[in-house]
């Protein structure tokens, strides 16, 4: 044991744990456990130029990997940067590892510069906070997040089932460079508590009484077994089956069963589930609305719709006992035609759907650029798994692609960016770059915070306020973006452009970013 | 009154409270104040790509016009994003009005997926917190937070002075869209509180004694009036005159006494202080380190040293007291000679200090590539204004120079950028090009954390850890950064291109980057 900081002891029980990658941007406070990352390979650094990314990289990792990668965070302000893709992370049920490196423990009080109220800000975004007060104490520490992490209890889609959640260890720097006496032995890490029984037979009923039924799919009911049973249950009892929209990980593509994913706005959703007598949350929440608008709901399920829950993990249970031996109706392999043309919102989608390889990783930050063609236009595209926008705030996609192609190497990844939430945390390419990894970005660049102009048009707002929605003026430049981030680029003006240069990207290792230009209205 | 909604009320509360500019990204749940902004131009919206560049530049803004501008953020991930800015705000002592638009009173039970705890995150930077609950409310509550926001209380460097404090108000949806019966009557803003009277005579004392005194600026003593003060009292008594290193504001050069800036280690700290009997603290803390290692102290100050307080605002008093009729020693007009050859950490600074317009105003984030050199080159250039990393949260430099700007359109903005740092806020160009406002940008590229170097050699870390401070791989090309973000760039690797692209940066209207190519390890 001699030479061991505290900081490797914590680095040895994540590794003893199954945690292998450490997103980081480190300061002074977090040295000692870069150095330990010196000294120990099986925990790989990786680097990120903001927070934010690192973070979000961790969410991405999380989504594919199912076990938590670990993020590396400076103080309070490291924190802060990090906490909005951690917000979406805690929506997406993602398993992570949050290491906040704080002043030394006799520092504190002097309240130096960068003292701030760490606790507080980890508060908002963790289902589980501890900060460290002993050396000894720091690898049961960890290994108690890296648990926790892995446990159920987060406010992610399926509460119930075996989505993780955020842990977050606060570390004070003398811990990390002071010697412990003894390294922790690395607690087993708990396995997910096994759901509580759950009573089928209501449901069950409700699905053979004849009257319209629709499942609404989340968590792990969006996973490839979990659809494959709500495919059994639809073609035995002719229940439709509804998803979430931007989910967290929905596997999609031939061979998988079809979903219709929920509207985004409210009184499409009220028209959606119109005539539907019972409405079945299957790891899902009951519907709500993004916003308030003056005089609408917020809960546009309609009146006259019964609402029955049922844990994703049940899924399978109630297909074999409402659809045994039955075979769920899939998608089948029929990718779309490319479109001809100049590209527009409309068309873009079909030039990804109809060149997606296979086991494709497609992270859809697209927002109003992808909402209604995305889907329909990657629906018999070849099998592979979409990673989407959970919490709403922006700048997750090129974060979450860097994660999944971290936690999936052999596996092409697709990040779908609009080009208002791209500019949130572009620093990314940096560490598609860095890493090498295999990530083709498309950027949706309509000059615009699009969601927003519809926003305004419905406060009746005039024309300088549209000014707070505009992206021209200038224009970004988004080939020369990337290029800056080391990044190679290219771009796109009509569909063929687009679809020659998507092989291109695809067909050579290494990330590439694409602009796709779409004209403005269309 | 017909038709005002609460968020024009407010808009029209902050004009008549002196408030100018907002510094937005607004979200859905801002809607109603961004079409509130469209009909009452007096209130100047300036959309930011990332809400760590809109408090930053209210930052700037704040430090220059020394009265608030406001913020405009989208909900708790909104403000998340802007946390470390404001970090560095609150540690400036900037007057700031944040306005953080939360969901409809309605909306929040149903935890939608932007929910979140805005009160926590906004309490870790806000010396006054708000939660509006009435239509008819919101004219007075954003009065008192235009007051807050120019009360001391902060936790800047002056906290008996007249240095100001970060003011959030958090304002549902329906509020903001709903008519409020009777427009709250602007509020008078108080004038900041008169300090409590000092009893002078013990620094006097002190002062006149003959034993080595130090007087330690900051806050209000390193304005013009603060330093000339200053400057009459060591002219008279033999006092040496330290300045905190990185200040929210300093006047420097022709015609402005000089100090010696404050080291930035523990130990240069109190080899500085050595043999100094008495340290007078004049709107500046004891120092305190930055950052604990083990087996030193965090407050360097020798043991023999004394420490007196004195509020910054008591200086001139003071200086009538101990130094009647005597005039100050001023730094004269003599800018350094160009400095010839490649450019490095060493000569870069030179190159400014030689070429610095009257009147400037210097956003200081150069960290490391400026630590010991910028203060000197710049020492005799033309009177100009400093803003400094006051919180150590690296990105403010962009969106401060931003704020700075509008704050002050007549005036050249110089900011100097170290790479890594650079790289948090970048997204501030792009608000450059839009304003088109006259800033030169210095990005110090040395492709690395430089300051993270220093201190893994520290700890004693190896070749895999330092690349966790290695910014090359890919390295990063400012030009093309600056390009796809709307501004004209130029790289320099000689101080003779520097100096020539720095003079026609200058001699044009508008944004300018430069991307200064430093030496590795010169």
Redesign the interface.
Known sequence: MSGMTGAEAMARTLIGGGVEVCF?N????E??F??A???L?ALR?V?C??E?VATGAADGYGRMARRPATTLLHL???L??G??NL?NAR?AGTPIVNLVGD??L??KP?????E??ID??A???SAWLRRSSTVDGLGTDVAAAVAASLAPGG?GPDRTGTSGAIATLVVP??LS?SAPARLAPPEPVAAPAAPSPVELDPVAAVLRSGEPVALLLDGTALSGPGLRAAGRIARATGARLLSRNWPARQRRGAGVPLTEPLAYRGEQITAQLTGVRHLVLAGAREP?????Y?GRT??PTPAGTRIHALPADFLEALADEVAPGVTPVVARLDPPPLPPGELTAGNWAAVVGALLPEEAIVCDESITAGLTTLHTATASSPPHDVLGL????I?QGLPVALGAAMACPDRPVVCLEAD?SA??T??AL?SH??EQLDITTVILNNRAYA??RG??D??????????????S??????????????VPATRAWTTEELARQFRHALSEPGPHLIEAMLLPGA
């Open positions: 980081a480190p300061g002074t406070s040295m000692h870069v150095a990352l010196d000294r390979p650094g680097l130029l903001f934010g309070g302000p490291g802060a940067n906490v909005a917000h929506r002043h030394a006799g520092h002097l309240d130096s510069l960068l701030s109220d507080a800000l508060g908002t975004v406010t720097a003398d460079w709500v609305t993004s916003f308030a003056p917020g809960r959970t919490g709403l705030s700048g208002g500019m949130y572009l620093q940096w770059a860095r969601i927003l926003e305004l419905r406060v009746g707002a005039g024309a300088a306020a549209a000014g707070l929605a505009d992206l003026r200038p224009d970004l430049d988004f080939v020369s973006l990337a290029t800056g981030l080391g």
